[in-house]
């Protein structure tokens, strides 16, 4: 049985960065898209960026472009989120998610962005 498991959330001052991992277990990480969703309290769960299983093509989410960055380490069956000028809209639980024919998702990593 795959799972996931997020690390890394925290507070953080508006302007600060902050560093999400992923480690997965349980399935062949290589063959899997990996992808970061986030939620904030009263809204739904949207997709903050994701990159394919080889990491070769990336996608972000408009509010995010030019501050998150995705990387993954197949070596480390890892995934990141480089989170950097964060402001206070960023504010939710950052989940990770491993998608082919079937999905996985970790258990969740609160991230607070304010002064």
């Known amino acids: 049985q795959g799972q996931l498991v997020e690390s890394g959330g925290g507070l953080v001052q508006p302007g600060g960065s902050l560093r999400l991992s992923c480690a997965a277990s349980?399935?062949?990480?290589?063959?899997?898209?990996m992808s970061w969703y986030r939620q904030a309290p009263g809204k739904e769960r949207e997709l903050v960026a994701g990159?394919?299983?080889?990491?070769?093509?990336?996608n972000y989410a408009d509010s995010v472009k030019g501050r998150f960055t995705i990387s993954r380490d197949n070596a480390k069956n890892t995934v990141y989120l480089q989170m950097n000028s964060l402001k206070p809209e960023d504010t939710a639980v950052y989940y990770c998610?491993?998608?082919?024919?079937?999905?996985?998702w970790g258990q969740g990593t609160q991230v607070t962005v304010s002064s």
């Open positions: 998610k491993a998608s082919r024919t079937r999905s996985y």
């Open positions: 349980g399935f062949t990480f290589t063959s899997y898209a």
């Open positions: 990159i394919s299983s080889i990491g070769g093509i990336a």
